[in-house]
């Protein structure tokens, strides 16, 4: 499966040059979407030669374009993640490092993307919080205090029993 190339660096001079070599990466701005939600990311990352490779070192951030897990209204989170990743050389590989593509190319777009990826919120909420919502009604009260609950009998009194016990525990301190 090929991937399409997000911003992708053509690693030649800095493989070819000596240590030292200054190999500058512009800051650069990618958009792709993961599950659905658009993320942004500005990439502000630096490139040093490795005996392997080349090492990425940097700073990600962005925003998530998500939709608040209460009331489905858009929200759009800030994201922020760290990259330190070394690509490395065909003949350089052991197992399952960056590699290398044709070309020298290294798609550090995608690397800053799935960076993000990794602390996108899975459940993000309005910000200020709007009111949690009834699990069983959807009204702006929690599911416990729900006028629509109807409470069965048996339950009311295992919860009793419940809170009896929580009284009955022994104070510690
Ligand atoms: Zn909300
Ligand atoms: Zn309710």
């Known amino acids: ?9 053509d690693l030649s001079p800095i493989l070819a040059g000596r240590d030292a070599a200054p190999f500058p990466i ?11 939600e658009p993320l942004t990311a500005t990439v502000t990352v630096h490139a040093d030669r490795t005996n392997r490779g080349v090492r990425f070192r940097g700073t ?4 998530q374009e998500s939709a608040c897990a209460r ?6 989170v800030p994201l922020a993640a760290e990259i330190d990743e070394e690509a490395v050389e065909a003949r350089h590989q052991t197992g399952e490092e960056l590699a290398i593509g044709k070309g020298n190319m290294v798609d550090l777009g995608r690397l800053a993307i799935e960076a993000l990826d990794l602390v996108r ?5 309005c910000s200020p919080p709007c009111p949690e919502r009834c699990g069983l009604c959807g009204g702006e009260h929690t599911a416990a205090s729900c006028p629509t609950r109807e409470v069965d009998p ?7 029993l419940l809170t009896e016990d929580r009284d009955d525990e022994p104070q510690i301190g």
């Open 26 to 36: 512009p800051p650069f701005e990618v958009l792709d979407t993961v599950e659905g």
């Open 121 to 125: 919120e899975l459940a993000p909420i």
């Open 60 to 63: 990600v951030r962005g925003t």
């Open 71 to 76: 009331c489905l209204k858009a929200v759009r």
């Open 154 to 160: 048996r339950l009311a009194s295992l919860a009793a």
């Open 1 to 9: 499966m090929s991937v399409r190339a997000l911003f992708a660096v």
